[in-house]
């Protein structure tokens, strides 16, 4: 059973670009979630999506991100027009279901912005 | 309310030590408080949860001790090693909703 899968590892983009991150969630998992890391910082939630559902996007800027999790295929995290504070790791993490608490990482996109 | 406060930022221990690392909560209605470890370039791991029906768990030379009423809880690493160095993520969560992360603590275990 494969772990959560996130791709790209890591991603350059310049200034005014757009950056799409991909997450496969574990076999069976149906809730994803996406947090970001700073250097020295501790995880920030983004945003807590089900399939074809976002339960819970407060944590994530009002402007330019959005994320995805269709009924096929990787949740989508898209970051539009990207500016240097954009410059993280950006993690994914899932979990079978709301009563099931256990929730697995992947590995990260580490995103830089020049 | 949905902070979870951990501490210390960093850490260091010799070899074959105790590690504590503690954190605080304000939010009653959490209800399932896990520890994650994290090394450079990689993505948290899991290490050890409990639930607030419970006091202490253990797992091999990794203890969560649970004060419920102070709303605390701690990670103990036993007979520390030098491969157990890394920034562990305290985090906590109300049912239905995300895990809530402290700040982490970087612990370096010297030879």
């Known amino acids: 059973n494969a772990g959560v899968m996130q791709n790209p590892r890591h991603l350059v983009r310049r200034r005014g670009q757009e950056a799409r991150l991909r997450c496969s969630p574990m076999?069976?998992?149906?809730?994803v979630y996406w947090y970001r890391q700073l250097p020295e910082e501790g995880l920030k939630f983004m945003v807590y999506l089900q399939k074809e559902n976002i339960i819970d996007e407060s944590g994530m800027p009002k402007e330019r991100f959005s994320a995805e999790f269709p009924k096929e295929g990787p949740s989508i995290l898209r970051i539009q027009q990207v500016v240097r504070g954009d410059s993280a790791a950006y993690f994914c993490?899932?979990?079978?279901?709301?009563?099931?608490?256990?929730?697995?990482f992947g590995q990260g996109t580490r995103l830089t912005v020049v | 309310q949905q902070q979870v406060k951990q501490s210390p930022q960093s850490l260091i221990v010799q070899k074959g030590g105790i590690s504590i690392i503690n954190c605080a909560y304000e939010n009653t209605a959490f209800d399932y408080f896990p520890w994650y470890q994290q090394f450079p370039g990689k993505g948290p791991a899991l290490l050890i949860a409990i639930r607030p029906d419970v006091s202490e768990k253990k797992e091999g030379r990794f203890t969560i001790s649970f004060n419920k009423s102070a709303k605390q809880f701690s990670l103990h690493i036993m007979d520390s090693q030098p491969g157990d160095s890394a920034t562990y993520f305290c985090a906590a969560r109300i049912v239905g909703t995300a895990l809530i992360f402290g700040k982490g603590t970087t612990l370096s275990v010297s030879s």
């Open positions: 993490a899932s979990s079978p279901g709301t009563m099931n608490t256990e929730a697995f």
């Open positions: 076999k069976g998992h149906s809730h």
